[in-house]
Each structure stands twice: as structure tokens, then as C-alpha cells.
């Protein structure tokens, strides 16, 4: 999965969105602490295999994988999420379900999603929602984020292979998220057989 951006330079709202999306809105506001722990050789030297392959520090990997847990891993379960392997999901939505079925599903999963984001990021706007859409996304393949600032808008492109059944579900979520719950009411989603596209106005 592929996710794109464009945003003004001068909107605060939006530039709070993309710090989001980028997961940058904290840069800054955290503070690191120094603690030691004993931990098995093995899974040190997993870790530090990982690090290397990602071209970072142990320290900065170790910070990573806490962090998805945090965000992610330690709530997901409580909030009833299962994971779900990729051509499973695939061939639901693109060859067993018909679109009026995912409509139906869709309208069943709108207050689901809306609680899930609000329990898992502990409070429900536009700045935690996108953060929490982006981790989302996250699960089910890689995201790439590009920034151009030079136009009155954000696009987000979140780009994916399940077909045009899984945008649609996405899409109708999404309207209602944004501009039912949260009041914005500029937004648009396009949903396409290859991608989800977000305008925020």
C-alpha cells in the first residue's frame, strides 16, 4: 500500500493531520528514560538482524517495535480485532461478496470503527483519527507517505489489491466517520478498484 499527501503550508488543521499521518506530531513532546532489562539472546539478536535490514539503531528498533504494540498490539484484542491472512481477505470482498453485501457490512461496521478509534486512541478527531486510519492500514501492507506543499488540500492515496468491494467498504465508513462524527463535511472519498482516495478540505 502506497499512501501519497498534499497539503497547504498554511493551514495549522492541516499540517496537525499530516504531522499525524506522519506520525510526527509528538517529535518533540517526548521524553526518553533510561531503564535495564534482561531479555533472551535470541530474540536480542532478531531485533538486532531487524535494525541492521532497516538501516537504524537497536535502540531506535527496540523503540519501534514498543511503540506498535502500545498504539496497536496490547488493544487490538481487547477490542476484538483478529488478524486475517491477506488472500483470505481478498477472496471475500472480491469474489464472494456481491457490493450490496459490503454496503450492508459496511453500515454494520460504521459505530464498530468509530469506537474502535476512539478506545484506541483514547479520544476521537481528525489529528487521532488519521493517525489511527494510517496504523491501520499499516497492518495490511507497507505505507509509503510523500508531502507536497503546494496546493489548498490534502490528498491521502492509500493504494491496495483487494479490489473495488474493498474501497467501497472503506468509503462509505469513512463519509460517515468524517462527516458525521466529525464535522467535516468537505471531505470527499473516491473509492476506485485500486485505490482510497481522501481529499480533506
Known amino acids: 500500500m502506497m499512501v501519497t499527501g498534499i497539503a497547504s503550508q498554511g493551514s495549522t488543521e492541516f499540517q496537525e493531520a499530516l ?8 517529535i518533540g513532546k517526548l521524553k526518553s528514560i533510561t531503564k535495564s ?29 514498543l511503540r506498535k504494540y502500545v498504539e496497536w498490539g496490547m488493544l487490538a484484542s481487547k477490542v476484538g480485532m483478529i488478524p486475517i491472512a491477506r488472500p483470505i481477505l481478498s477472496e471475500i470482498f472480491q469474489n464472494i461478496m456481491t457490493k450490496e453485501q459490503v454496503i450492508d457490512l459496511a453500515n454494520v461496521g460504521k459505530n ?13 478527531t481528525l489529528e487521532s483519527f ?6 491501520s492500514m499499516e497492518h495490511c501492507c507497507e505505507v509509503n507517505y510523500a508531502i507536497e506543499n503546494n496546493s489548498p488540500l490534502i ?47
Not at 504531522?19 to 509528538?26: R, V
Not at 531479555?39 to 531485533?47: A, G, N
Not at 464498530?112 to 476521537?124: C, D, P, Q, S, W
Open 112 to 124: 464498530v470503527i468509530r469506537e474502535t478509534a476512539h478506545f484506541m486512541k483514547g479520544n476521537l
Open 155 to 201: 490528498k491521502i492515496i492509500f493504494k491496495h489489491d483487494l479490489g473495488q468491494n474493498w474501497s467501497i467498504y472503506h468509503k462509505i465508513i469513512l463519509d460517515y466517520i468524517f462527516h458525521e462524527i466529525l464535522g467535516k463535511n468537505k471531505t470527499q472519498i473516491e473509492a476506485t478498484g485500486a485505490a482510497l482516495i481522501l481529499y480533506l478540505l
Open 37 to 65: 532489562f534482561r531479555l533472551d539472546e535470541e530474540i536480542i539478536s532478531k531485533i538486532d538482524r531487524s535494525a541492521r535490514s532497516n538501516n537504524t539503531s537497536l535502540n531506535a528498533e527496540i523503540n519501534n517495535i
Open 19 to 26: 504531522a499525524a499521518l506522519e506520525g510526527s506530531n509528538n
Open 130 to 135: 488519521l493517525s489511527w486510519l494510517k496504523t
